[in-house]
């Protein structure tokens, strides 16, 4: 059982930037694989972007290779999103996302078996 608690969503105007953390509670932290993914308004929810549990390998959706950066601190349970030059079709609600069996596949296929609760990101135009 893995307890997922998401944070730092908001408000920004396009160009702007944000960073989301997402900390975890109930496994070990540095045993398994963390990802984002992200839903807007009327769309299914899309992978943006994960990172092994080493913090070794990271991989990104290509709407947002370049702008958005996955990291993680095993030390304090916790993976971020930076996402810079933020632009209006990035609104959505991000979710975090742990996968237990990532170590069998590519990062690029996360199949995550817990979610957080989602934060709301909305980016003016």
């Known amino acids: 059982q893995v307890q997922l608690v998401e944070s730092g969503g908001g408000l920004v105007q396009a160009g702007g930037s944000l960073r989301l953390s997402c900390t975890a509670s109930?496994?070990?932290?540095?045993?398994?694989?963390m990802g984002w993914f992200r839903q807007a308004p009327g769309k299914e929810r899309e992978f943006v972007a994960a990172i092994t549990w080493s913090g070794g390998s990271t991989h990104y959706a290509d709407s947002v290779k370049g702008r958005f950066t996955i990291s993680r601190d095993n030390a304090k349970s916790t993976v971020y999103l930076q996402m810079n030059s933020l632009k209006p079709e990035d609104t959505a609600v991000y979710y975090c996302?742990?996968?237990?069996?990532?170590?069998?596949?590519?990062?690029?296929?996360?199949?995550?078996?817990?979610w957080g609760q989602g934060t709301q990101v909305t980016v003016s135009s």
């Open positions: 109930g496994r070990t932290f540095s045993t398994y694989a």
């Open positions: 996302a742990a996968d237990f069996d990532q170590r069998r596949r590519a990062v690029s296929i996360l199949i995550p078996n817990y």
